[in-house]
């Protein structure tokens, strides 16, 4: 464990050196990220000129669920994002070689090689946005609720790298992720969307089979409704569920990897 702490804090290191070399990037994306938290404001202000309620939950509570979203997506900008655009390429060209030999786990170093660094102040400012939106909530929340809330909402992050990770591995025999991709990021936008406005089978399919709505919308259920025994299962299942899909998968991936040398 230790070995693993020290080499993540060499990624951090030359990743914020490697930053600071490309400052116009760096500030373009926070005033990106920035653009992009106004128009998703902008959209649920305007929808709540017109009612009061949407999917169950009121305006300061969506104000809640938004500012989760916005954190969630910049842990996955930061995080993830750089090395799930570039692990296609290293199964294509070969490059993937490179990380098998290494003595860590392959997985956890193709996973998290490349922090972007360049999102960090995002990162940051998003949970400014977030505990703003749980400070000026009008009802008492308690620490425990928000310390479980923040518990969940950690699995949902990881859940989505299990999502996103089991659209991309495919890769390992189409040889191409750019359809599958694409697939993803349509079923992405409904992390933005609170669960309760679907109903029926789309709603059993997306807190199941793929469960985009379990990322943030149920961890802020669990802060407005409480924390229950079928919600904990339902979450912790699903989650459990889709790592283990997505290592199995990973793992007959690289039994059928064709490294470089092959």
């Excluded at 305007?46 to 989760?68: C, E, S």
């Excluded at 990322?215 to 299962?233: D, K, N």
């Amino acid at each position: 464990m230790i070995r693993y702490a020290r080499l993540y804090l060499h990624f951090l290191r030359f990743s914020f050196s490697r930053a600071m070399e490309f400052r116009f990037d760096f500030f373009f994306r926070v005033a990106m990220d920035a653009l992009w938290y106004a128009v998703n404001f902008g959209f649920f202000w305007l929808l709540y000129r017109h009612t009061g309620l949407f999917g169950g939950w009121n305006y300061d509570q969506v104000l809640i669920f938004m500012g989760a979203v916005f954190v969630a997506d910049a842990i996955q900008m930061t995080v993830f994002s750089n090395n799930m655009w570039a692990l296609p390429m290293l199964i294509n060209k070969g490059d993937l070689d490179y990380y098998l030999v290494r003595p860590v786990s392959a997985l956890w170093f193709v996973s998290l090689r490349e922090f972007a660094a360049n999102s960090f102040l995002n990162l940051l400012m998003a949970l400014s946005v977030f505990a703003w939106m749980l400070a000026r909530y009008p009802l008492s929340l308690g620490m425990g609720g928000v310390a479980v809330y923040v518990a969940f909402l950690g699995m949902g992050v990881f859940l989505h790298y299990c999502l996103q990770m089991l659209f991309l591995i495919p890769s390992f025999w189409m040889h191409t992720s750019h359809g599958l991709r694409d697939v993803f990021w349509s079923l992405e936008a409904v992390t933005n969307r609170p669960h309760g406005i679907f109903t029926g089978w789309v709603r059993r399919l997306l807190i199941s089979i793929l469960p985009f709505s379990l990322v943030v919308s149920y961890p802020t259920r669990i802060l407005f409704e409480g924390i229950t025994f079928p919600l904990f299962l339902h979450m912790t299942g699903v989650s459990a569920a889709t790592f283990l899909v997505m290592l199995l998968l990973w793992r007959r991936g690289l039994r059928d990897y064709a490294s470089a040398s092959s």
